[in-house]
């Protein structure tokens, strides 16, 4: 069964930093893409970060270029979410999602996902 586990966030300070942990099962990494989404309180999912598969080419929301990086480490079935220069915006509830390889796609990483995990949470707040 795939099975996708968040951790790492917390309560950070603006400008500060957190890496996020996305542990999975079930299924070989090598050839999905991998996803980062956050929600926020009252406001709709949104993609954050992703990565296709294969090729490993990152894509970022404009908002958190330069800020955030997406990596992965294959043989862990761990994928990361790096983010440097948090501001209060960033607050969100933040899930890693990943997909089948049919709906890979090399310019979108995919056309949709499938899989979720449970989501952690991440508090830009001074």
């Known amino acids: 069964q795939l099975q996708l586990v968040e951790s790492g966030g917390g309560l950070v300070q603006p400008g500060g930093s957190l890496t996020l942990s996305c542990v999975s099962s079930?299924?070989?990494?090598?050839?999905?893409?991998m996803a980062w989404f956050r929600q926020a309180a009252g406001k709709e999912r949104e993609e954050v970060a992703c990565?296709?598969?294969?090729?490993?080419?990152?894509n970022y929301k404009d908002s958190v270029k330069g800020r955030f990086t997406i990596s992965r480490h294959t043989s862990a079935n761990t994928v990361y979410l790096q983010m440097n220069d948090l501001r209060p915006e960033d607050t969100a509830t933040y899930y890693c999602?990943?997909?089948?390889?049919?709906?890979?796609?090399?310019?979108?990483?995919?056309?949709?996902?499938?899989?979720w995990g449970q989501g952690t949470l991440v508090t830009v707040s001074s």
């Open positions: 079930g299924f070989s990494m090598d050839y999905y893409a």
């Open positions: 990565m296709t598969s294969p090729g490993h080419k990152m």
């Open positions: 999602a990943t997909t089948p390889p049919k709906y890979n796609n090399q310019a979108t990483c995919a056309r949709q996902y499938d899989y």
